[in-house]
């Protein structure tokens, strides 16, 4: 086990060359801080990568083809799957949007891709599994993947259609005359060689960009693991506060955050006793639902679906995070 | 050649307008690249993933950032 030899050899630099005490609150910081952060960059390195590689497979043509001949339900599911694997860069959801409805995506499976897509996805599962352990990372992406295929039925029950901003369909126009004036919705085939260089620069801007969250994060973390006592957390927001899943839900809703900057604190929370349902609860929020994904998002929705986007997605987590708090 | 990158100005769609930058002045082409932010034009164009790039009206790529070599490849095709 790699992380085992890892383990060892942080535990002689901190303990034995930096003479650190395993008992004192700063040895078992510094050593959790080294640790993790070496643990968790190496996972993220081959692990994007792997993820690039095999994604540059599924373009987003595809997926909108794949997605339009569905109907709803197996639709909703295998939307939620590809949502896992699509790396979702919030500027490309007006696009994404329109070009599902443009092909004929339903309305609540195009949600069920934007729900899960940003909350399930290979950074929050490398970071979840490599901090928290990857039990509790696969009652997160199942409890996610359901979350996303219900809120989606539901909203494609709805039948709210007329509540799409009539610029959609506008938009939907003009894709729709540029593709009768000749121009093929085609992209080029890539090579294995081009497939692995796209993946290689991919991975490195990547890391460029999440890796001082991600160590600033793992940073607070190690001070909460070093200094903070079990009990202080658990006395405010533990088991016996009935509020504290909504609270979670409101606190984590708008802030905005990726996975790689929330997931090292919520390791730590529940390292330090946070019912588990609770602490997903807040990382589903804080994920799924932000500010400037809702403010993009509102071009394309009239606030009503807006409105009830966020209701159906708030209320299904808040559900989840109390069934987690009650089995666990 | 007229080369088209289009996005809204997320970090991809910069790196997309690096290596396009790049890979024009690696091969030297006679190339005008165009930045194309409003989302209006970029689905006229066809894009329905950012970012995207067309050389010569002709969509090369969408929802992805291609290398420079794989640009370069492209450019030299049109040449």
Known sequence: ?328 | MKIAVYGPGCANCQNLEKNTKEAVKEIGADAEITQIQEIDQILEAGIIATPGLAIDGEIKSMGRVPSVEEIKKWIKAKM
């Open chain 1, 1 to 328: 086990m790699v992380p085992d030899i890892l383990q060892e050899a942080v535990n002689y630099l901190t303990y034995v060359l930096m003479g650190l005490d395993p008992a004192s609150p700063l040895g078992s910081a510094v050593n959790f801080f080294i640790y993790d952060t070496i643990k968790i960059l190496i996972l993220l390195t081959v692990i994007i990568f792997a993820i690039a590689f095999f994604r540059s497979y599924i373009s987003p043509l595809k997926v909108r083809k794949a997605l339009g001949k569905r109907n709803e339900y197996i639709g909703n599911v295998i939307a939620a799957l590809i949502g896992i694997i699509t790396p979702f860069c919030s500027c490309s959801a007006v696009p994404l949007f329109i070009g599902f409805v443009e092909s004929g995506v339903p309305l609540g499976v195009t949600f069920s891709f934007l729900i899960a897509s940003p909350m399930i996805n290979e950074v929050a599962i490398i970071l979840l599994g490599g901090l928290v352990g990857w039990q509790i990372t696969a009652i997160y992406i199942i409890s996610g993947l359901f979350i996303a295929i219900i809120a989606g039925i539901i909203i494609g029950k709805l039948k709210l259609e007329g509540e799409v901003e009539s610029y959609v369909y506008e938009m939907i126009e003009k894709i729709k005359a540029a593709e009768a004036s000749g121009m093929t919705l085609e992209e080029d085939r890539q090579t294995l060689k081009e497939r692995a260089l796209s993946s290689r620069d991919y991975t490195i801007d990547l890391l460029k960009r999440i890796t001082p969250y991600v160590i600033i994060a793992i940073g607070i973390g190690a001070i909460i693991h070093g200094y903070v006592p079990t009990d202080f957390l658990v006395t405010y927001v533990g088991a016996n506060n009935p509020l504290a899943v909504p609270l979670a839900v409101l606190i984590g809703v708008p802030l905005y955050s990726n996975a790689a900057g929330i997931i090292p604190l919520v390791a730590v929370l529940i390292d330090k006793g946070i019912p588990l349902g609770t602490a997903l609860a807040f990382m589903m929020a804080v994920t799924a639902l932000s500010l400037p994904e809702m403010i993009i998002l509102r071009k394309v929705l009239k606030p009503k679906l807006l409105a009830i986007f966020i209701a159906t997605l708030a209320v299904s987590i808040t559900a989840i995070g109390y069934l987690f708090n009650a089995i666990t």
